[in-house]
């Protein structure tokens, strides 16, 4: 959660102001006739919703949701584990930047050193989860981080996936000349250890996966900046107080509480408009961006709506 946005004078959302269990049931039905079979729940932090673990079960058993994963910042995973795995999670993916204490704590923010983060990452593994690691790589910040990183996770059945720093929200600093690219994370893990591509070609994974050719395991790369896929991209994204994202790079969302709270509602009204919806999305902020001509807008923040 950025600082720079979620200081102390803050004003959080009110709880009447979140979208209600029973009315995210409404959207997870209508979005399962449309063809979903995937949920992940991310942040801001998920783990500080009450009444998580409730509703996985309740997206497992009553709506038959076939993958259900979970993006944290793992700082009360290993709290949660039993519960979250007793209530059917599938996968759990974390966000750490860096190992060094110093660079992980200016990177998230709030000082909190990465030794709580893979206590948490250790104990969804002994529970049985798989476990993603994204590490988001920024020039002059933590790219002194890769191989450091690599060698931590390689051999420990977590698949680390390196991210290209992405010109999300409207507060991080964006500029291409600190983006890392997929080409040159490969580069530098390439001296070190040999590697052979596993899948960078297909368009139902974001990330271009790779192994080590000793079977110690495996990375990705996600490379939406130098290689946008967004003519694959079949995610939709809802924050917490009910507005529908179809891009990460949006500005605005369909504002669904309203809609879902009107004297006239209808499921069948919730469905038509989704499907609606998604049928006219012409979004390829990340195809564009590099554009001639190509003007900046305000986008929504990443901690409103996940990654």
Not at 42 to 69: F, N, W
Not at 86 to 110: F, Q, W, Y
Not at 255 to 279: G, N, T, V
Request: charged share 30%; hydrophobic share 40%.
């Amino acid at each position: 959660m950025p600082k720079e946005i979620f200081g102390p004078d803050y004003q959080f959302l009110k709880k009447k102001e979140w979208l209600r269990f029973t009315e995210l049931d409404d959207l997870v039905e209508a979005f399962v006739k449309l063809g979903v079979r995937k949920v992940r729940l991310t942040g801001g932090e998920p783990l500080l919703r009450p009444g998580l673990s409730k509703y996985i079960r309740g997206l497992k058993h009553l709506h038959q949701i076939e993958d259900v994963a979970l993006t944290t910042n793992a700082l009360r995973l290993a709290e949660k584990v039993g519960e979250l795995k007793e209530a059917g999670l599938d996968r759990v993916t974390v966000s750490l930047d860096a190992l060094d204490p110093e660079i992980a704590g200016a990177m998230n923010g709030r000082g909190i050193a990465p030794k709580a983060v893979l206590a948490g990452i250790e104990a969804a593994q002994a529970v049985g989860f798989q476990v993603k690691v994204n590490m988001v790589v920024e020039r002059g910040v933590n790219d002194g981080e890769i191989l450091p990183m690599a060698r931590y996770f390689k051999g420990r059945g977590v698949t680390l996936r390196f991210i290209e720093f992405m010109d999300v929200g409207n507060h991080n600093g964006w500029a291409m000349d600190r983006v890392v690219s997929g080409r040159e994370i490969l580069q530098t893990i390439e001296p070190e250890f040999k590697v052979e591509p596993l899948d960078v070609t297909s368009d139902k994974e974001v990330a271009k996966r790779y192994r080590y050719t000793d079977g110690s395991g495996e990375f990705g790369l996600i490379t939406s900046v130098t290689q946008p896929f967004c003519g694959g991209c079949t995610r939709a994204r809802i924050s917490a107080d009910g507005k529908l994202y179809t891009c990460l790079f949006a500005s605005q969302g369909l504002d669904l509480k309203s809609f879902m709270r009107a004297d006239d509602y209808e499921k069948a009204k919730l469905f038509e408009l989704l499907r609606k919806h998604w049928s006219v999305r012409e979004d390829r902020y990340s195809e564009v961006r590099t554009d001639d001509g190509f003007t900046s807008r305000d986008k929504v923040e990443m901690s409103y709506i996940g990654g």
